[in-house]
């Protein structure tokens, strides 16, 4: 079933179940008793899968300040590159330095195409493993205007709309790998064949696979209501959850569908679909379990005080503005296809300890990365200078 994962043996996926009812039974009685007020004991060791075009920038900023904050190792991409291999399955030789720091990592969070077996190879046992959905329908159109020069599917049709109303004139099968983003491309990264027949076996078998492996599964479409899930779900405090919007896209660069093009997508990207249909129901139930309407609204409204504030300490400007208007070079987001990607720009006066921490809010994708990289391997020669972070 799964491209990235050997097939699981017949009878083990009913014990695991067992198991795992029986874990969630123990954990469960475990908060009613050793934590009154639901604090869950802090999770280091986590995996994020970062798919693509679902504010997972944003949570990738979160979790490598939260790496600093706590001393944590990062499994970053060996060699120096930006992914962990995507899009081919993710291998464990992926992670820098694997071969002697094999299953010590304490977070994951590049993009990759999902393998369970192999990331367990570089992760401890008793990671999290979650990740993040999006409305295929968005979805599309967001990745549309960010892969239009990369996606041959793309590329060749005048915009969106004229790509939905016949895929199939500019999805051409033998290009598989440069046309994931053109299609179910979250099946795509949880390691899955993102052109299957959507059999209603078939899918629910995946969704099931994905349900055992994540712990959960977070929604763009209720970012601050999945933060604080995350925060509950992981024991943090609220403001490792306080984030600034990254990698966010200029308004004019949208494209408007048609009702006819949001119906298409449906059905073009129905493993996808049906992915986030699914995840969305349980979303919501388990805000209810864990969290409660009352709570939840609560901590949404105290994280965006937080978010607030930090914004007015931190930044020049009230909202995130045009690169060109990004003054330090070094702080310009990636650019990619027709998408116009915002940034931000710091207040002028602020004490190095603030500057400090408001650079590693605003701080875009790359440059962290490099920056992390240069902190955790220091003997190896960098292929670009690292940020200036002191
Ligand atoms: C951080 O971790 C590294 C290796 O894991 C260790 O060598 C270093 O001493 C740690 N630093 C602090 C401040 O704990
Ligand atoms: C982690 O799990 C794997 C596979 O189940 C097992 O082989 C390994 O010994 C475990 N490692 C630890 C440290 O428990
Ligand atoms: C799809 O791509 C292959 C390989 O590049 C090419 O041979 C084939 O003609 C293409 N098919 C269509 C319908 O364009
Ligand atoms: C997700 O669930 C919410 C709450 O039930 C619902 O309002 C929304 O329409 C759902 N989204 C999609 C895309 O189905
Ligand atoms: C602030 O940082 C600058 C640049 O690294 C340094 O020269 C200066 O001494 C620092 N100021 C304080 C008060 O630590």
Partial sequence: RSFCRAARRLGLGALCLGVAFLAGFYHGLYRMWLSPRGARPLQ??????????????????????FAE??????????????????????KAQFAEGFETLGQSYNIMCNHLRFSLPEVQRVMPNTTTYFSILRDP??????????????????????DVNEF?????????????????????????????????????????GVISEVEQAFQLLLLSEYFDESMVLLRDTLGWELDDVVYFKLN?????????????????????CWLDWMLYQHFNRTFWRRIQEAVGLDRLAREVTLLRTRQKELMELCLLDPMPIDKSRVKDKNLQPFQSGHANIL??????????ETRRACLRLIMPELQYMSYLYARQFPEKERKSAPFPLW
């Avoid at 904050?69 to 992914?83: E, M, T």
């Avoid at 200029?250 to 997508?265: G, I």
Wanted: net charge positive; glycine share 4%; charged share 20%.
């Fill in 137 to 158: 329908v968005s979805l599309m159109e967001s990745s549309y205007v960010y892969y239009k020069t990369y996606s041959p599917a793309f590329e060749r049709s005048k």
């Fill in 248 to 268: 966010s896209r200029s308004p004019d660069t949208v494209q408007s569908m048609t009702p006819e093009s949001k119906e298409k997508v449906k059905e073009w």
């Fill in 343 to 352: 940034g931000y720009n710091l207040k002028d006066g602020l004490t190095n």
């Fill in 164 to 204: 939905l109303a016949s895929p199939w004139m500019y999805y051409n099968l033998s290009e598989r790998t440069k046309n994931v983003y053109a299609r179910n491309c979250m099946w795509f990264d949880f390691g899955y064949d993102n052109n299957a027949v959507g059999t209603e076996d078939y899918v629910q």
């Fill in 44 to 65: 280091t060791n986590l995996m994020f899968l970062k798919t693509h075009k679902t504010a997972s920038s944003t949570i990738m900023n979160i979790l490598f300040r």
């Fill in 69 to 90: 904050k706590h001393n944590l190792s990062v499994a970053l991409p060996a060699g120096q590159d930006v992914h962990l291999g995507y899009p081919h399955c993710f």
